[in-house]
């Protein structure tokens, strides 16, 4: 793949596909974190001369116009941010669009209005495609949230423009993510948690065979306990998975460890009564893993030069059952300090992190859910297979 780096931006017509997926509350932006993450591709773009032509979308308007999911206020924080004069349009494509395109300067970003009113967006429409792509001469990425997905705005128009590339944060995504599949440093420790362990077993069958420890922790430890025949109260199971799970442990030997004891409470409330225990007794509910299980874990993390984390181990939401969480991230955090390579992916990861102030504790965070799990499933993400082979320019 190319680099930005690569490119002669001067007077480019440059088509950005960013991930401004941000939470509104009331018409505001309520979480700017994804807006920031793409500013040094923004600034770099513009720094270098180009025309730039700023696509996402956001929430999920199922095809149709809907004024509040509309990018207008993005528009209106992202000239705030870069201190320069975003222009909002309207439409993604047509008239308007072309229009706002050909007028265009150097330095100047416009910010097209949400792909996702047009159900031809999620559906790869070759002809949607290529109205998006339009006139643009070079096309980047920087939406690594959204990798996993042939959309037009992702894979489409890289039919119809030759000079593409990844932008500054996909192409970090790539590298850390990258390192832990291909070429972790040893010993090499994967931490999982979460709610559902099916959104995670692609991940352990690729990842158990080239770790040295994987941890299971959260709601997936539940299916598993099960799978042994432990009893788990009314904690989250998922009983289509048992086989699975149970062929995963044979697999596992001493490289996977589970939970040895669990915080359990009989209700989801700050007001909730917790006990520790070892196995879960009915009428309660799994909500965090134990002292001892935490005093365990961070004995892995300690010894451990590099380390993955995916899912947290507690509901971190309710902050009676924060405790897992927040001594796993702070057990990371001093890992990273003493020399290890820290890499957070998932979105619920990241909000945890986010809420305990620890966002300089890790050596990476993933943007991306869905796509990190894709992508440390092994499977080959559509949107950075669409960047191959870019031609220079």
Sequence with gaps: ??????????????????????????????DDTRIQASLDTINYILGKGGRLIVISHLGRPKGKKVKEMSLAPVARWLSSLILKPVKFISDCIGPEVEDAIAGLKECEPILLENLRFYKEEEENDLEFSRKLAGSSDVYVNDAFATAHRAHASTEGVTN???IKAPGFLMEKEIEWLSKVCESPSHPFLVILGGAKVSTKIDVIENLLPKCDKLLVSG???YTFFRSQGKRVGSSIVEEDKL????KILDMGGDTLLLPSDAVVANKFTEDAEIRVVEEIPDGWMGVDIGPSTIERYKGEIESAKTILWNGPPGVFEIDKFLNGTKEIAHALKNAKEKGAVVIAGGGDTASAINKLG?????????TGGGASLEFLAGKKLPGIVALMSGETG
Excluded: W
């Design 1 to 30: 793949m190319l680099s930005l780096r690569d490119i002669d931006f001067k007077g480019k017509k440059v088509l950005l596909r960013v991930d401004f997926n941000v939470p509104l509350k009331e018409r505001q932006i309520a």
């Design 160 to 162: 119809f423009i030759k």
């Design 219 to 221: 709601g997936i430890s």
């Design 243 to 246: 086989g699975v799970v149970k």
């Design 358 to 366: 620890l966002k300089d504790g890790f050596t990476h965070i993933s």
